[in-house]
């Protein structure tokens, strides 16, 4: 299933009229069947389901605007035979 705040067209904070509003508009534009129209109306009306949409959809959502993470600290290189073994043992 395809994430029902997108299904509806609602925000993640909707309440339970603006989710009937979006159901009602979801409905007009047709761009989904009506199935799926229900079962979003229907995910997002039970505060159990609505908490698993939550947590899911955010995880599966397109990320195009995103800029890659770039890396801004450099490892420091050890040289293991410099490291004094009498200095560090704490036997």
Do not use: C, W
């Not at 603006?18 to 009506?34: D, F, S």
């Not at 605007?65 to 290189?77: C, F, G, S, Y």
């Amino acid at each position: 299933m395809k994430n029902p705040y997108i299904i509806l067209d609602v925000p993640q904070d909707a309440n339970n009229a603006q989710i009937l509003k979006g159901m009602t508009v979801a409905m007009r534009k047709r761009e989904y069947p009506n199935t799926e129209i229900a079962q979003a109306r229907a995910q997002l009306s039970k505060p159990v389901t609505r908490l698993a949409a939550d947590f899911t959809f955010p995880i599966f959502e397109p990320f195009d605007d995103m800029k890659p993470l770039v890396a801004t600290l450099q490892p420091e290189i050890i040289d293991i035979n410099s490291i004094d073994s009498e200095t560090h043992n704490s036997l």
